[in-house]
């Protein structure tokens, strides 16, 4: 390994971390001798976890006091950094707060940030993949300039494998004085209610588009999501159209989902949506323009109308039941 | 910066739905052994 030192900034979840730090961590441990994690909350809490993904180190915030956690993690990072301790690079999940941090430390660092990260790998120095033009395309690239770079990586870019770390040794790694820039609080905070597995883990996913032709009709999608023990997901255009809620967009401006079937019914197959969901190991697409682009990816391709097939597939499991 | 051709997908079977459909997306799905 040509990398000594990697950061990763990990999110808490509870008495974990979100699914995508995970990741990252486990494919940090593959590319550096010596993982940090960055984390905030009650770090003591999280070393087991942390350690088990990959940290050698944990270090903590600590309590945000209900503060929104882009202002004091990049104040505490740019601390440590400037008490003298360097990475080689900093790898942030592109989460909303992900996206925060990456920002802010970037200015307070006065170093570039590479977004939109799909890929990492060590070619004599870190080097990032991005893909381009729908996914047609990767570009290569890496930093030049003194580091540490900041690198922003995209959800299911890499597995998360548990290993048998030891917990990771707990630093306190305090922001300090903010000032009014931190004095942004959270007031109140809503979780949305769902059944059935979160659309980012499902191993099934049922999406619906614009060719249900009406709202009523994603009942369908939901049902047979249910029926599989799978999450129901849509196409911007629905999301748009505000047939379903946005917690459901699947694509480049949505989620990314990686499951073991991707059922498109009704979905053409626009750019945007592909890069969510071609990363699936396998796709089943029900559409009733034989030209639709979706088709060119599926595994399995059915050219009819969804208002025909739906109903039948929904008949088909219930008999299974 | 280097720039190179992603991996791309290859499409699989396609069917003209004639009221089977369902049943291949059934099948599809006993394949992949998620029934």
Redesign the interface.
């Known amino acids: 390994m040509t990398l000594s030192t990697l950061w990763v900034l990990a999110e808490p979840a509870g008495d974990t971390f979100t699914t995508t730090s995970l990741e990252l961590l486990s494919h940090a441990r593959t590319l550096a001798n010596d993982v940090a994690a960055i984390t905030w909350g009650d770090g003591s809490k999280l070393a087991a976890v942390a350690g088990e993904y990959g940290a050698n180190t944990l270090y903590d915030v600590g309590d945000l006091k209900g503060a929104l956690p882009g202002v004091p993690v990049a104040a505490a990072i740019a601390a440590l950094i400037a008490g003298g301790t360097t990475p080689d690079a900093i790898v942030i999940p592109a989460s909303y707060d992900g996206r925060d941090v990456a920002g802010r430390l970037s200015a307070r660092l006065d170093r570039p940030v590479l977004t939109n990260v799909t890929g990492l790998v060590e070619e004599g120095g870190l080097v990032t993949e991005h893909?381009?033009f729908g996914?047609?395309?990767?570009?290569?690239?890496?930093f030049t300039a003194e580091g540490p770079g900041i690198i922003v990586v995209r959800a299911k870019s890499f597995a998360a494998e548990p290993s048998s770390g030891a917990p990771a040794n707990v630093v306190a790694a305090p922001a300090g004085d903010t000032g009014a820039t931190g004095s942004a609080v959270i007031a109140t905070s809503h979780v949305e209610e769902r059944s059935g597995p979160k659309l980012e883990e499902a191993?099934?996913v049922v999406s619906g588009g614009r060719g249900l032709g009406e709202a009523g009709a994603y009942a369908m999608i939901e049902e047979i999501a249910k029926l599989?023990n799978g999450a129901a997901g849509a196409s911007r255009a629905i999301v748009d159209a505000g047939w379903v809620p946005y917690s459901h967009q699947v694509g480049q401006t949505g989620k990314t989902v990686k499951p073991?079937?991707y059922?498109a019914c009704g979905i053409s197959g626009a750019t945007q949506h592909m890069v969510g969901m071609?990363g699936s190991?396998?796709?089943?697409a029900?559409n009733k323009d034989?030209d639709a682009p979706i088709?060119?990816?599926?595994?399995?391709?059915?050219?009819?109308?969804v208002h025909?097939?739906?109903p039948?597939?929904i008949?088909?499991?219930k008999a299974?039941t | 910066m280097a720039v190179q051709a992603a991996e791309s997908r290859q499409a699989g079977e396609k069917y003209v739905d004639e009221g089977d459909g369902a049943e291949k997306v059934v099948a599809f799905l006993e394949s992949i052994k998620v029934l």
């Open positions: 893909p381009v996914g047609s395309l990767t570009v290569k690239a890496r191993a099934v599989l073991l079937v059922v071609k190991k396998n796709i089943v029900i034989a088709f060119q990816i599926a595994d399995l391709g059915i050219v009819g109308d025909k097939v739906l039948a597939l008949e088909a499991l299974r």
